[in-house]
Every structure is written in C-alpha cells, then in structure tokens.
C-alpha cells in the first residue's frame, strides 16, 4: 500500500547515536525502536515474519476518531491527513472501558492495525506496540512529524548481506526476498568495526539498513553474521 513518500534527509546525527549506544535486543536498538513507535509517528506499514513463515503486511494508523459509522472510523492523523478505516464484525477494541467499535467515540485517540485480508484491531491510546520492531520485522516503511510539520518518510530493511558494491547493498531478508538497496558510498557503518564500509561487509553479515523514503541509505547497522 501506498504511503505518499516524501524525499527528506535521514534522522542523521541522532538516529546514528542510537544505535551507537543502544543494544539491539529487540532487532532493533531500544532508542530507534522508540523513535518509530513515539508520539512523532503518523503511520507506518511493517512487515514482520509470521509463525507460518509467511510474511504479514501490517498497516498502522495513529490519530483521533473524527467520524463513526457502522461499517467504518475515521481518524485524523497528526500531519492533518483524513483516513478512513473499515470496521466490521472481525473488529476488536482493546482500551479503557471500550471493548467494541459500538463503544468508541469522536475524539478519542487511538491505534488501527490492519494485517492485509483480516479485520481493522483498534488499540485505545497512542502507543505503537514495538514488537513489530522486534527480531520478526523483515521491513518498515514509517511516516514521522518533522519540524515544521513536515512528513519524513524512512525505511528500514532488515536481512543478511549477499553482496556489497560501491553504491549498492545486496540483502536476503527473512521471507525470501532478494532486495537491492541503494547505499550512499560515505554511509556510516554502526557495529561493523572502524574500517568497514558498506561496500566491504561480508556475504552472511546481518544488517539493518536505514534510509529516506527512495533515497540511498546513509546508515547501516551490524547485527551480527547470518542466517
């Protein structure tokens, strides 16, 4: 699915700090994982691997309940767009005395999960569950609030190095798929050691490689050697 990418610079010096200084015990390093799951995210769309196997497209949706209607809710998110998420009688409600879509109201802020061909989940509250973070995440797109308002759009792709170049970064992620991804030549390597480029990480090395919307990455991190 769509999420209208914008082309806007990395989250730079304090996304590269991150994951300097903090353990990737979730797949990804705590601090990062807060900054795609915090109150900046406007949406995201994640890809986790499934108990099956299979890959499940995970759509997220943050903002307040402006409309309701039997068959849907529409929420505005924080960058002011107006989004329109289909209930119906698969839906579940999980917050402070609400259990039902019957039970919501306008104003209220909340969390849509949409897993591809299953039913709108809605959570009360603002909080983005960071399991879809974890060790499962094959590949994230997020859309953040930036300064001014502005949309900063990322992605994330998380798999094992087939092959490195100058320019380009080979990745086998966990569902199979064979992704090439554009690497700036002058993109940092966090846990790889002093000398290592990104154009000389080993065939088996498993990464997590960030960059802006379809521009080339300017930072990959070194989880360790495959599978």
């Excluded at 107006?82 to 019957?102: K, L, Y």
Aim: hydrophobic content about 45%; charged content about 15%.
């Amino acid at each position: 699915m769509s999420m209208a990418p914008r082309r806007i610079a990395l989250l730079g010096v304090a996304l590269v700090a991150a994951c300097a200084a903090a353990p990737a015990a979730f797949g990804l390093p705590r601090a990062v994982i807060n900054q795609f799951t915090g109150a900046r995210v406007i949406r995201a769309e994640v890809i986790v691997l499934a108990a099956d196997g299979s890959a499940q497209d995970t759509r997220i949706d943050r903002g307040v309940i402006v409309l309701l209607t039997p068959a849907t809710v529409t929420l505005r998110e924080s960058n002011g767009d107006i989004v329109p998420v289909a209930i119906g009688a698969g839906t579940q409600v999980q917050g402070n005395r609400v259990s039902s879509p019957g039970q919501l109201r306008r104003g209220m802020r909340v969390v849509v999960y949409q897993v591809a061909g299953q039913p709108a989940q809605i959570v009360q509250g603002e909080s983005i569950n960071a399991q879809f973070f974890g060790p499962r995440m094959v590949r994230a797109e997020v859309l953040l609030l930036g300064a001014g308002g502005a949309v900063q759009d990322y992605r994330l792709d998380r798999g094992v190095v087939v092959s490195a170049a100058s320019g380009t970064l080979t990745v086998r992620e966990s569902n199979g798929d064979t992704v090439p991804l554009p690497v700036d030549p002058a993109a940092q390597v966090q846990g790889g050691g002093r000398r290592v480029t990104a154009a000389t990480l080993r065939r088996g090395t498993r990464v997590v490689v960030y960059r802006s919307a379809n521009a080339p990455a300017e930072l990959v991190q070194v989880e360790g050697i495959g599978p």
